[in-house]
């Protein structure tokens, strides 16, 4: 029994393991929240059915630019950039008649080698710094295991399935058992999340049901070993999509050399797994004949959906990922948002677990993540219903030689480029996105921005992501915030003593930045905004209020009202 554990993988569970939170599952989103919380002090159990070092499935392919912030702020983006694709390997999309066909257009993206300094193309010139990184699940994940099981006082249960728990007024028990073993052991922690996938049976637990379009669309994905067909390839990409009347698919490379996950895309009302030849399919995809060499390493037949829970939270009880939202990964944003998810559930549990915040603050996490779920999840659906129907309206003619058919090609690329742009260089959705209904925030009545997929306006509103800048010593502005909250002055003639000694007062974590104005203009021009560590902000304004009481109440989950101001 430890009730501060040392990180561990593969070992036996004791008879009973103590620990502030435990998490359920170990896959990018309860990484994430383990690690989150491990780096803010508070003691994390972790139970995973897989054995340490046994890969995840062939799934996500992007870890998106906010992501990629929180892995920075975790000490990982340097390690994560560093993994995936050849560092010269080409990031485009390009779209072609046939993997191996004519090209119809191209979405240009920066290899990873060039992340950093590209300027030319729809997704440079980010206003962050950790732009977007392509990479697999399969090169991802182990690196988040590695950091994890070296962060003192995260444990990782492998082999180890939950079962059930029960929960009291001071806490949670949890039945876990050993796959290995057989044996059932308890986790006794103040507080479980969920992170388990799908079929969560965490969600089960809290009775969340999930609610929203069951089928969208269906796709068999095969992952394969083909050495032969970069040659075949006249100018490689992240992603190839193949666009002609027989079989519209997503090739994307892995390793950049040598395997490949193929996505049948079943474009027909009438088609179903079983009436669909897949080896026929994945020719027609890369446009080989039979004589073309593969090896099939996994394959799966998944549907596409989008379903979000009615709840993600009940008492100690939450959810976060996949448990809680499922919709097709259309830009990428599937495990991105339950990386989100994580981090803005791992600061509140901290704030309560420290101590400096009033256990109400753990209402914000259902009123904040899971409005912009179903927005974000709405946006999804969408763009999958108009690239289906644009899948399964690809001309005869695309593939005829000589002027009507470049006609044709030129007409198809560039709709598939319009269209697609939005989703493989989406600024709105990692940057736009906003909480207008929390309850701690301080909301001053101005108006969030609107923002789409590709989309968005900074704005230091209440509730939206502080804006970028660099500080005069060239650091991102991110860099510097605190563990709970952070004051950006703008003007350091402006006095900000009550506040700080209220927060202190109250044992909040609070830090203090003078941003040089000619150097970074305050957002809105307002000398004041007061960011959350997760970036959102909390509250803005000129001066300090004349009693800052109320507004340190708020912050912290003790006053569920303020007066705009």
Known sequence: MHDRPHAASGKAVSDVVKSRVLVVGAGPVGLTLAMDLALRGISVTTVETRAAGEPPSVKCNHVSSRSMEIFRRLGLAEMLRDTGLPADYPNDCSYRTTATGIELSRILIPCRRDRYTATNGPDTGWPTAEPPHRINQIYMEPVL?????????????????????????????????????????????????????????????????????????????????????????????????????????????????????????????????????????????????????????????????????????????????????????????????????ATNLAWLLAAYLQGWADINILDAYEAERLPITEQVSR?????????????????????????????????????????????????????GYFYDRSPIIAYDGAEHPGFTMADFTPSSTPGCRLPFAKLSDGRPVYDALGPGYTLLRYDPGVAIAPLADAMRANGVPFEIVDVPGDQAPPPGGHKLILARTDQHVAWRGNAIPDDPAPLVSKLIGRSSSLSPG
């Open 379 to 431: 946006f999804a659906m969408e763009m999958a219903g108009k690239v289906l129907s644009q899948r399964r309206t690809v001309p005869e003619e695309i593939e005829q030689p000589g002027p009507e058919g470049d006609a044709v090609r030129k007409q198809v690329g560039q709709a598939a480029y319009d269209l697609n742009v939005q989703q493989y260089c989406c600024a709105g959705l990692n940057f």
């Open 145 to 341: 295991f590695a950091h994890a099981t070296g962060i003192d006082g995260l444990q990782i249960l492998n082999r180890t399935a939950f079962e059930d728990f029960s929960e009291s007024n001071d806490g949670i028990v949890a039945i876990v058992r050993n796959l290995d073993t057989g044996s059932t052991s308890q986790i006794h922690a103040e507080f479980i999340v969920g992170c388990d996938g799908a079929r969560s049976l965490v969600r089960k637990a809290i009775g969340a049901n999930l609610q929203g379009t069951p089928i969208i669309q269906r796709v068999q994905s095969t992952y394969i070993h083909a050495p032969a067909l970069l040659g075949l390839m006249d100018r490689p990409a992240w992603m190839t999509l193949s666009l002609n009347p027989r079989r519209c698919g997503t090739v994307v490379a892995i390793d950049g050399r040598e395997k490949w996950l193929i996505h049948n895309h079943l474009n027909r009302e009438d088609e179903t797994f079983e009436s669909v030849d897949r080896d026929a399919s994945i020719r027609a995809i890369l446009g080989v004949g039979p004589d073309f060499e593969y090896e099939v390493l996994s394959k799966e037949d998944w549907v596409g959906r989008r379903l979000v829970a009615d709840r993600f939270r009940k008492g100690r009880a939450f959810i976060c990922g996949d448990a809680a939202h499922l919709w097709m990964p259309y830009a990428g944003y599937g495990m991105n948002a339950g990386i989100a998810d």
